[in-house]
């Protein structure tokens, strides 16, 4: 046992890694067909904007310096306009003040539950759900619910009751979400916003693929009805987790939290305290990139996922055994798989990546309760067209192997 075991607080045990992140080291193995990280493809980074914004950033005659300087923990004040009108457009309406800028979103999740959770305290959320917001939220020693499982709030607050809890938020990814695809129609979104106002607890709104979409008509933010319903995003009881990294760029790091004054300033606090801002020139050259490329940037990611998800879809349809079923998202990086009963996604991986050269992600990490031993996560946004069909035959070739014989 290390020296320093004994020193650890109890919530520490709480803290494991991210499969994902694990999974990520496989993508150097030669030959490798990976449908694992869930992340941008690279080929659409606007490298010649991004080295333009920098220059520019850093050769202003004035401003220059005050790119490398510290800053305000609310974030650089242009971007937080940028967003609030970007905001506006999906029918939420703010001001700058209502924005607080994050290292990424994944930062914003991990200050949410920072401000609102004690130990024992429900966090209710769908089931599969996000791993990062499990690991964000798992540190502040949260029990959880499923709206699948209790989707009424009587009985959330009676489950809570019964464990000496109260529920304290909702957290959704209700558009394209990741891992499942999955999208809330109108009414389950009204729906979240009913049960909050019973329990009195915040909605998280996770809006990280929102801009995705290939097929279908938008839906309104969660966010934008309750503001609706309400008059004012100053008595909303949700808080909209928005990003850059699967639009823009995941490695500048910048997300924001948009909600009423008062929790922003909680979540300020928190930022100062945790890293007293998010990088001054990754703003100001985000800022520039949003302002001129945004529309451009998003409708190209758009013409290349909607593709690669195409591909993927038909070739399961050609290549799948029978008892295998699979999501059809409208959107987003992922589809989600629920295999035969009997084939464990853990056991799959390993032989999938021993014999057939190919990755992805078991399901079990995105369930609270451990549950969904015989699902897994697909991700389309990496491999071309070509190793997609390749890479869904061999998988489907070790499913196939694995399927329990029946006597």
Sequence with gaps: MSPTASLLAQRSSRMTASEIRE????????????????????????????QQAYARALGQAKGGRSSLQYSTSEGYLPLRQWIAEHMATKGVRCEPDNILITCGSQQGLDFVGKLLLDPGDTVVTAAPTYLGALQAFNAYEPRYDTLSGNGTANLL??????????VKLIYLVPDFANP???????????????????????????????????????????????????????????????????????????????????????LTLAKQAADLHSSTINQVAMHEVALARFDDQVAAARTCYRERRDVMLASLERHAPDGMVWTRPEGGLFVWVTLPEGIDGRRLLERAVDEQNVAFVPGQAFFPDRSGANTLRLSFSLPDPQTIEEGIARLCTVIRSSLPTRR
């Excluded at 992340?39 to 904007?49: G, K, Q, R, V, Y």
């Design 157 to 166: 607050r009676t489950s809570a009751e019964v464990h000496g809890s109260r």
């Design 180 to 266: 499942s695809g999955a999208t809330l129609d109108l009414a389950s979104r009204e729906r979240a916003l009913d049960i909050a106002g019973e329990l009195g607890c915040l909605i998280v709104e996770d809006a990280a693929y929102t801009a995705l979409r290939y097929d279908g008509e938008d839906l309104p933010p969660i966010a934008a009805l309750d503001q609706k319903r309400r008059g004012s995003i100053e008595k909303s009881l949700t808080l909209y987790c928005g990003t850059f990294s699967k639009t823009l760029s995941p490695g500048l790091r910048v997300g924001w939290v948009c909600g009423p004054k008062p929790l922003l300033y909680r």
């Design 23 to 50: 999974l990520l080291k496989l993508l150097d193995r030669p030959g490798l067909i990976s449908f694992a990280g869930g992340i941008p493809n690279p080929a659409l980074f606007d490298m010649e904007a991004f």
